[in-house]
């Protein structure tokens, strides 16, 4: 609907949503790579993937081909998910490690490294 001239508020009319900002987290979860395999939405509900997993995406950089989209990895995210899909993180502790990773990942940009390398806790 964005591609054919729909702004967000006319968007979020015809499918009943309450403003524009539940469209704009909409779009960001839609794009998840991988999430509509149906595993994780068993596992948790929109409004834990909208608070906890996708504030684990990281921005890149932006595409001045598509109106200057941000773009992003979801390295993060992926790896968030296998976790949850595998058992090794539950959904009770979703919201710690994502406060917890947040915080990792944000002092890993303010830093200035661009590196994530992950070593097992022994």
Not at 5 to 23: M, N, P
Not at 91 to 108: I, N, V, W
């Amino acid at each position: 609907m964005r591609t054919e001239g729909k702004r967000l508020a006319e968007i979020a009319k015809v499918f009943g949503l309450k403003s524009e900002d539940d469209v704009k987290h909409r779009v960001a979860v839609g794009k998840i790579p991988d999430l509509g395999n149906g595993d994780l939405q068993v596992i948790v509900s929109f409004l834990a993937v909208r608070d906890y997993i996708l504030p684990l995406r990281i921005e890149i950089g932006r595409n001045p081909e598509d109106g200057n989209e941000r773009l992003y990895d979801y390295s993060e995210v992926s790896r968030c998910i296998e976790l949850l899909i595998s058992g090794e993180l539950s959904r009770e502790d979703l919201p710690s490690y994502s406060r917890y990773e947040s915080k990792f990942l944000a002092t890993l940009r303010t830093n200035g490294h661009g590196i994530i390398l992950r070593l097992p806790i022994a």
